[in-house]
């Protein structure tokens, strides 16, 4: 059976990366992204150019109707076979210090960054249920675990997922569907260039990670990659960062 996966905010960095990634796997792509659609069309390029096969999906995660629009006409369209791997990657950034922070900085991150992830998660997982086998990988931060100035709204965003991975792995060990979280640290992404001209000084400084670079985003697609892959059947619940030493 062809394995299906799903991929939010795929159009670019570590969601592009992961795309491709595990469309070199062998599963068809679910190419979600908000509105970049050139972007998205690069995506798909790229993917094709390997042998690969994906579809573009727009839609918002952070509007409920909008995902259940998306989605519902997806499952229509395949009556007898179901989404085996959601990645939870869709993500923004919207810095400020917590004084200054209006309430909807704070509503628009928690809404795309965690609200998106229930959205997406509740309407997939039903079928990796009756199939007794999925995977999904939700993408935090590095934030989430040590916290970064300026950061409230993301870093509770994320922090949250975390809570909240663990939580439904329990719920979901029995019927064979694993839930990991990715913790990335700095990587060469247009998002990491945003963050950084919040960060203070030090730890803008390649020197305070110790392996003295950022990470790539292919080195996190590998890692999704293989929480994707039956060779982490065992795997569940668990939160595993990818940041140089960083953490």
């Excluded at 795309?19 to 998205?40: F, M, Q, R, T, W």
């Excluded at 999906?57 to 519902?72: G, H, R, T």
């Excluded at 994320?158 to 064979?176: D, H, N, P, R, Y």
């Excluded at 963050?195 to 730890?203: F, I």
């Amino acid at each position: 059976m062809k394995r299906y996966a799903l991929v939010t905010g795929a159009s670019r960095g570590i969601g592009r990366a992961i795309a491709v990634e595990l469309a070199k796997d062998g599963c068809s792509i679910l190419l979600n992204y908000k509105s970049n659609h050139a972007a998205a069309e690069e995506t798909l390029r790229l993917i094709e150019a390997t042998g690969g096969e994906a579809e573009l999906m727009p839609f918002d995660v952070s509007q409920p109707d909008a995902v259940n629009a998306a989605l519902d006409k997806w499952f229509s369209a395949h009556p007898d076979e179901y989404i085996d791997v959601l990645v939870n990657n869709a993500g923004i950034v919207d810095d400020e210090i917590m004084l200054l922070m209006e309430p909807e900085q704070w509503h628009r991150v928690i809404d795309v960054n965690l609200n998106g992830f229930f959205y997406c998660t509740r309407r997939v997982i039903e079928g990796m249920v009756e199939n007794h086998h999925g995977r999904i990988v939700n993408i935090s931060s590095i934030a989430g675990q040590k916290g970064h100035p300026g950061q409230v709204n993301y870093a509770a965003a994320k922090a949250s997922l975390i809570g909240a991975t663990k939580a439904l792995a329990t719920e979901l060990a029995t019927k064979q569907v694993t839930v990991n979280a990715v913790s990335p640290g700095l990587v060469e992404t247009d998002m990491a260039e945003k963050v950084a001209e919040y960060l203070p000084e030090r730890m803008r400084d390649i020197n305070s990670i110790p392996m003295r670079r950022l990470g790539k985003p292919e080195e996190v697609a590998y890692l999704v990659s293989f929480l994707c892959s039956n060779r982490a059947d065992y795997i569940s619940g668990q939160v595993i960062g990818i940041n140089g030493a960083a953490l």
